[in-house]
Every structure is written in C-alpha cells, then in structure tokens.
C-alpha cells in the first residue's frame, strides 16, 4: 500500500494533484471532505464547532491506514504540513513519499480570491508560507502551477 502525502499551502492545488495521479479505488484522506462527510456546509475553513469531530474521524482514517497490512491499493493524505520537520515526520510514520506543492504566492493569492472567504484563506496562505520559511528545507517534489480541482 503505497502512501503518498501530498502538503503546501492553501489554493496550491492538493486536490488536483491527487485527483489526476490516483487511480479507481485509491483511499483518500482530505479534511475538507472528511468535513464535507460530516455536514459541514462549507468546502473550507469549518466551524470550530465541528473542529473535534472532523480531526478524531480523520485520525481514525489514518490510524486505518497504519494498522493495514499491505494491499494494491494506494493512499493519498491530503495536509498541509508547512515545516520540513512536519512533512519528514509524516513521512516516516506512514513509511511515505511527500509531494509539496509550491505555487508563487501571487498565484496562490489570486486563487483565494475566487473563494468565499478570501480574506481568511489569504490569511492562511501567508502563514502557511511563513512557517515554511522558518524550516525551509527542500520539498520532495514540487509543482509551480499545478490548476485546482474545483472552481472556489
């Protein structure tokens, strides 16, 4: 069972990126949709209400995905992670590969603002991007401009 964590800030295009590498019957485990699953009537930022409820199932999923004997099937962790200390740790406790997606901010930028609540995503862009830059060690993988799944 071979576990890609795919990480980078908001609007990098996570999804996308797992959307057209997985294949028919990968597991996926993405907190917006873990949300989504859960009645959260927003795509992101949810409320703190539902912050408890939406982190146990997701670490159910991934405490899943470490007690599974091996299979085909391949696993997809959609987070984050914006300190190479955090991605190097989630790497080693899945035994996986991380891809970090790093668009220009201004990119990044712009794709927040085709979202609702574009200024609180902006907001986590650049805190995403401020605490990769205090442990800025090089990412695995990187795509400059890969395009989003989903039109915000």
Known sequence: MPTTIVCGPPCA????????????????????AIAIELGSPKQHHHSKAMYDQIAAEYERRLAQVEQRPPTDVDVWIIRG??????RKAWATRFSAEVITLTPPRDVLVQRARERPASKLTVWSIDRWLERAGRDPAPAVGTDPSPTPATSW
């Open 13 to 32: 295009g996570k999804n996308y990126y797992v959307e057209q590498h997985q294949q028919p019957g990968d597991v996926v485990i993405d907190w917006d």
């Open 81 to 86: 992670l914006a300190e190479h200390t955090e």
